[in-house]
């Protein structure tokens, strides 16, 4: 099992930044794909971006809806990520969830994720 723990949602003005955690816990000594989702009232869950747990790498894919203007980089633990978001607007008011798979990244359905976090709600005020 893998345990995930997202942290650093919040409300931030229109063009403002945040910068979001998730840590990993539990069987994390395999190489594990991890990926940052949002999803909003009444859509689809949205995959955003992968990445591995170091050592194994680092961000292997961007949607379009957020390249450039997001990156993700270590955490400060060996098994956590962070996802830096700049420039935020207000389509990018989501609840944000951490998901873990075993292995290589693959693509980005969340029925390929079999561990997700409880999320942490990002607001975008005009």
């Known amino acids: 099992q893998v345990q995930l723990v997202e942290s650093g949602g919040g409300s931030v003005e229109v063009g403002g930044s945040l910068t979001l955690s998730c840590a990993a816990s539990g069987d994390t000594s395999e190489k594990v794909c991890l990926a940052w989702f949002r999803q909003a009232p009444g859509q689809a869950r949205e995959g955003l971006t992968t990445s591995y747990i170091s050592p194994y790498g680092r961000s292997e894919y961007y949607a379009d809806s957020v390249k450039g203007r997001w990156t993700t980089s270590p955490g400060i633990t060996k098994t956590s990520i962070r996802l830096r978001m700049t420039d935020l607007q207000p389509g990018d008011a989501a609840m944000y969830y951490c998901?873990?798979?075993?292995?290589?990244?693959?693509?980005?359905?969340?029925?390929?994720?079999?561990?997700w976090g409880q999320g942490t709600q990002v607001t975008v005020t005009s």
């Open positions: 998901a873990a798979r075993r292995g290589r990244c693959g693509g980005m359905t969340a029925d390929e994720y079999d561990f």
